[in-house]
């Protein structure tokens, strides 16, 4: 098992431009979750699916950002357009659900400039 | 006032030396997890409790649902334990977690 797979490792973009992160999760995990980190904020779950349905986007800060899962398999949060602020490493994780816990992955680290 | 509050927010402390984190929260849940997460690392889920204590080799967590209190514990404690650990809690019916703010653990030799 190869675990919560992201991409890229590493995005350094100019502000403006569009930034699409991606996320492979666990086979046969149910729920997906994406999450930001920075230093003042912590973690704060922006958006989770369950069998690829958005179930709680509340966390989503405003328009420019969106995600979406089109199958189980893969997942996409995209900024447009990016800003400074939204600098930050961005997790995604998987869970079957019930009482299991979360796999998360190693994490996109974004800086935009 | 945050739904989840740790402390200390940092802790420095001698190799060898017994380690205690403390998580309170303020809603009803159905599990409470310890994260941990090294520098410039991934997280690693190190626990996942709804009632009691549970360990794993030198680490110990548990948990007072009626306090809406969970501590963890680090044994002689070594630098290789320094990281951050995340308290975060599973509200009942919900999928989500809600995340403390961490407590930087600094173990020096």
């Known amino acids: 098992d190869a675990g919560v797979i992201q991409s890229p490792r590493h995005e350094v973009t100019e502000m403006g431009q569009e930034v699409t992160l991606r996320c492979k999760p666990i086979?046969?995990?149910?729920?997906l979750f994406w999450y930001r980190q920075t230093m003042m904020r912590g973690l704060e779950l922006l958006i989770y699916f369950n069998n690829n349905v958005p179930i709680d986007d509340s966390g989503m800060p405003e328009d420019r950002f969106s995600a979406k899962m089109p199958n189980a398999s893969f997942s996409t949060l995209k900024i447009q357009p990016s800003e400074p602020r939204d600098s930050a490493v961005y997790f995604c994780?998987?869970?079957?659900?019930?009482?299991?816990?979360?796999?998360f992955g190693s994490g996109t680290r974004l800086t935009v400039v | 006032k945050n739904e989840v509050e740790q402390s200390p927010q940092n802790l420095t402390a001698q190799e060898g030396e017994f380690i205690t984190i403390n998580c309170s929260y303020s809603?009803?849940?159905?599990?409470l997890h310890w994260l941990q997460q090294h520098p410039g690392g991934g997280i690693v889920s190190l626990f996942m409790l709804s009632s009691g204590k549970k360990k794993h080799g030198r680490l110990i967590a548990t948990i007072n649902i009626q306090e809406k209190h969970s501590s963890l514990h680090i044994t002689a404690s070594h630098p290789r334990d320094s990281a951050v650990y995340i308290c975060a809690v599973r509200e009942r019916g919900a999928q989500k977690l809600v995340f403390g703010q961490g407590t930087r653990l600094t173990i020096n030799p």
């Open positions: 086979s046969g995990h149910d729920y």
């Open positions: 809603v009803g849940i159905s599990a």
């Open positions: 994780a998987s869970t079957p659900g019930g009482d299991r816990a979360q796999t």
